[in-house]
């Protein structure tokens, strides 16, 4: 009989395989995504159904939790807005992480009732559990509270960040270690705390356009907490569907790195957000004065141009301005006008968000610049229209080797004839840094709500035929 | 031993599988991934069917962490099909 359950998850794991697959080509990503949920349906009512001597079941619980579980992230993701899908993403990584913390205390529990603790193998996957569990758990809490503006970078990073992370870790392995020789309630509560705070203290120094290589990484982590938790129960669909998260989360993490040109050790050192602070303390001064224009401006401008790209940012995002890019798209277009977008790789919060923004208003897939071929095409580009992008279009990045971005490829859009930047405020973006290009002489400043000011150019444009 | 040998060569397995991905598949494949992570959700199932009916700590303990595996697949798989239903329309230019 069990070697039809056994089965049973073995064709689990080939639809995770499968779907993972898919879901690396634009082609097949959607049925790759439903191939690997379908994988996890199967594995979850195989494990409702595995045979399972003298137990006494509490499927009461179980279907109770199930539902509660199911109607919570259903809602969630129904809910949210396109904006704030990276915090999203983030809690339910969390949620997994958290999962498996709890799951190791309560096997532990188990454990000292058995009284067959003592320096098991069981043990010490146990406690390695808790900690990459915990490190998930409270890491991606806080990843989220960033994300979500909740949490200022400045707040939570402490001066030697690096060495007190440090500290931690060594803290960390040491109650670890202490648990594994005396394990008690008292013991692992401890170890679970300082695993906890760890994790915190691992993502505090962590900011700015790093977020997404962290979330990346916490949901490598993740699937690395859910493997070894495999191990406790021997079950191999645990096992082979974390580890295979947490090797392609690894890669998709290490591909994001050098989108931004920087290694990984760099991004969790976190010298970002330590010199960024300083940088924008000595850029400010001395710029001289920016170029204020109104959207009738932009407007004309746009009329007589013959090649327009447009690069968005996470402004964009918050302002929902895409369909109104759309909307101006589609004006330019009939006018002949070439309309592209430049894409950062980290532009937004996630890598590939933009893409998703624009493609939630039908903005084709073959009008999307990557880094390189947008770089290429700016030369000739009369127009750029930069919508709430900031860290992504600085030059500084380039020229200042004492910018903490010093070193990001950025898009090079000084270099065509005008640049028009759709801007709130003179606020910083969320590097913290400030951004020459707002200063240069084909550079102006169209000021206001990304959203009002694109409809406004709308408007006036749709009146100069 | 013979996990040992699943879990080594499942390795190789997530690294050749997302050798090559375009960046606009990024967000979506992570988000994709991580709801595969609430794999653990498993554990939680057997550790409930295992527990003592009496014992209301480790029963309240465990659904508290099945709850949250649970949203982690269910928030996760749907929040990506949601992403990928916007690229559903191709251009035709």
């Known amino acids: 009989m069990s070697v039809f359950f056994q089965f049973a998850y073995l064709l689990g794991a080939v639809a995770f395989i499968l779907g993972l697959r898919g879901l690396s080509d634009p082609k097949t990503a959607r049925k790759g995504n439903m191939t690997a949920a379908f994988g996890m349906g199967l594995a979850i009512v195989t494990s409702l159904l595995y045979p399972l001597d003298n137990s006494p079941d509490n499927y009461i619980w179980i279907i109770g939790a199930l539902l509660i579980g199911a109607a919570i992230g259903w809602w969630s993701s129904a809910k949210v807005e396109m904006t704030s899908m990276p915090q999203l993403v983030s809690i339910f990584n969390g949620l997994g992480g958290g999962s498996a913390m709890l799951l190791a205390f309560v096997e532990f529990m188990n454990l000292l009732q058995s009284g067959s603790t003592h320096k098991s193998l069981s043990l010490l996957t146990i406690l390695f559990t808790l900690f990459v569990g915990a490190v998930s758990f409270s890491g991606s809490i806080l990843a989220y509270l960033k994300l979500d503006g909740k949490v200022k970078d400045k707040h939570v990073t402490l001066p030697q960040h690096q060495i007190i992370n440090m500290v931690f870790m060594v803290v960390c392995i040491a109650v670890l270690v202490y648990a594994f020789m005396n394990p008690s309630i008292m013991s692992l509560s401890i170890a679970t705390v300082v695993c906890v705070i760890y994790g915190i203290s691992f993502v505090a120094p962590i900011g700015g356009a790093d977020m997404p290589v962290v979330i990346s990484l916490l949901n490598s982590v993740t699937g690395i907490s859910a493997a070894t938790a495999g191990f406790l129960y021997n079950n191999q669909i645990m096992i082979l569907g974390g580890i295979l998260v947490g090797a392609s989360g690894t890669i998709l993490t290490v591909l994001m790195c050098k989108a931004m040109n920087r290694s990984l050790v760099n991004v969790i050192v976190g010298g970002f957000t330590a010199t960024g602070a300083a940088a924008a303390a000595g850029g400010a001064t001395d710029q001289g004065d920016v170029q204020p224009t ?44 070439e309309v592209y977008y430049g894409i ?122 | ?83 990928l239903s916007m690229f559903k329309k191709k251009p035709k230019s």
């Open chain 1, 294 to 337: 109104q959207p009738i401006d932009v407007a004309i401008l746009l009329n007589y141009a013959s090649k327009v790209i447009m690069v968005p940012g996470y402004g964009m995002a918050v302002a929902q301005a895409q369909k109104y890019a759309k909307e101006l798209d589609n004006i330019l277009s009939k006018k002949d006008v």
């Open chain 1, 344 to 465: 950062h790789p980290v532009a937004g919060r996630m890598p590939g968000h933009m893409n998703v923004l624009l493609a939630e208003v039908d903005i084709s897939y073959d009008k999307l610049l990557d880094l390189d071929d947008c770089n290429s095409q700016l030369n000739d580009t009369d127009i750029v229209l930069v919508v709430g992008a900031n860290d992504v279009v600085n030059p500084s990045a380039l020229d200042d080797p004492s910018s903490s971005i010093y070193g990001m490829p950025v898009l090079e859009v000084w270099n065509a004839k005008q640049v028009i930047v759709f801007k709130r405020s003179m606020k910083p973006g969320y590097a913290g840094i400030q951004n020459p290009l707002f200063f240069k002489d084909n550079t102006k400043m169209l000021f206001g709500d990304a959203s009002k000011t694109l409809k406004g150019i709308v408007d006036e444009i749709k009146t100069l035929d």
């Open chain 2, 1 to 83: 031993m013979l996990s040992i040998y699943l879990l080594v060569f499942a390795i190789f397995l997530g690294f050749e599988l997302i050798s090559k991905v375009p960046s606009v598949l990024h967000t979506p494949l992570m988000s994709g991934a991580n709801a595969i992570s609430g794999i653990v959700l498993v554990g939680s199932i057997f550790f409930l069917r295992s527990a003592d009916s009496s014992d209301i700590v480790a029963l309240v303990i465990g659904s508290i962490a099945m709850i949250m595996a649970v949203i982690n697949i269910v928030g996760g798989f749907a929040v990506t099909n949601r992403m």
